[in-house]
């Protein structure tokens, strides 16, 4: 889930999706769904796949919190 996570989040604060991939370790592939919705054409369907990877960070660190 990290590499998932490390990309929204590098997108969210300005990177560029293939910046973001590019500073992954080689050993850990890009999460490809994320990835390939991150780069479609269509703004909203970028915009529904970063909003649900943001989301399942902050339910990630809400849980930590919680406990």
């Given at each position: 889930?990290?590499?998932?996570?490390?990309?929204?989040?590098s997108?969210?604060?300005g990177s560029t999706v293939d910046d973001a991939v590019g500073a992954l370790p080689s050993s850990?592939?890009?999460?490809?769904?994320?990835?390939?919705k991150m780069r479609d054409p269509r703004k909203v369907v970028r915009a529904t796949a970063?909003?649900?990877a943001a989301?399942?960070?902050v339910v990630a660190i809400d849980r930590m919190t919680l406990r």
């Open positions: 889930m990290w590499q998932r996570s490390f990309v929204a989040m997108v969210l604060v850990d592939p890009p999460t490809d769904d994320l990835v390939h970063l909003a649900g989301r399942e960070v």
